[in-house]
């Protein structure tokens, strides 16, 4: 079965600086997909960025990037320049290829931007 | 375009009845999926809707839980004899595909309260 884990409850980072969240999956499929969404207080899930298990380049949208380590399992989401309103739930997910499609979560990083 | 809706978006109800949450998925996207989110935790799979096919009901957490996709479209979660511990967001998203490579599209959520 697959398994996520985001192992910083929270993280905090000043206005315009670079962060790092973490988050290392288990899988013994070879084809996956993994997802980062972002979760405001206000409660909707946004779709951020994603990656493939056979992309060779590391994923990037705008200030999100995906530094994918596909050896180590490991799909951290690098946030740069960051902004008063990145503060929010991020949520790291995995879906495979075949079998079971549901998308399986991380528990979840709290970040806080601080002016 | 529209995207997923959920209807209510808050419902409160006495423990012991039953409730029913809606979700219309975005048209044209043949998976649908309903999570639960309960305060500050991660996402919890419930179900899951691929076409035509039997659904996932691998996550459901008791048989007061049941799920229906009438045409292939919209979705009703049932909730029978409802107890507090019930009380959470319930997501509803919807994907073009089932594929791993098919990103989420979440609706704003039902937020339900057992009193």
């Known amino acids: 079965a697959q398994k996520i884990t985001q192992t910083q409850p929270g993280m905090f980072v000043q206005e315009k600086e670079a962060v790092t969240l973490d988050c290392t999956y288990d899988t013994s499929d070879q084809s996956y997909g993994l997802f980062w969404y972002k979760q405001p207080s206000s409660g909707e899930m946004i779709f951020l960025i994603y990656q493939g298990s056979y992309d060779e380049q590391n994923a990037t949208e705008g200030r999100y990037s995906l530094n994918f380590q596909k050896a180590r399992k490991s799909a951290n989401l690098v946030i740069s320049a960051s902004q008063l309103g990145d503060s929010a739930m991020y949520f790291c997910?995995?879906?495979?290829?075949?079998?079971?499609?549901?998308?399986?979560f991380g528990a979840g990083t709290r970040l806080t931007v601080k002016p | 375009g529209a995207g997923v809706s959920q209807s209510p978006s808050n419902k409160v109800t006495e423990k012991g009845k039953d409730v029913e949450l809606r979700c219309d998925p975005i048209s044209g996207h043949t998976a649908l999926y309903w999570y639960r989110q309960s305060l500050g935790q991660g996402l919890e799979f419930l179900i899951y809707?691929?076409?035509?096919?039997?659904?996932?009901k691998s996550g459901l957490p008791s048989d007061r839980f049941s799920a229906e996709r009438t045409g292939g479209s919209v979705s009703t979660l049932t909730i029978q004899r409802t107890q507090q511990e019930d009380s959470a967001v319930y997501l509803c998203?919807?994907?073009?595909?089932?594929?791993?490579?098919?990103?989420?599209?979440f609706g704003p959520g039902t937020r339900l309260t057992v009193l």
């Open positions: 997910a995995m879906r495979v290829r075949y079998g079971n499609n549901d998308m399986r």
């Open positions: 809707f691929q076409g035509n096919s039997a659904p996932d």
């Open positions: 998203a919807s994907s073009l595909g089932a594929s791993g490579y098919n990103e989420q599209f």
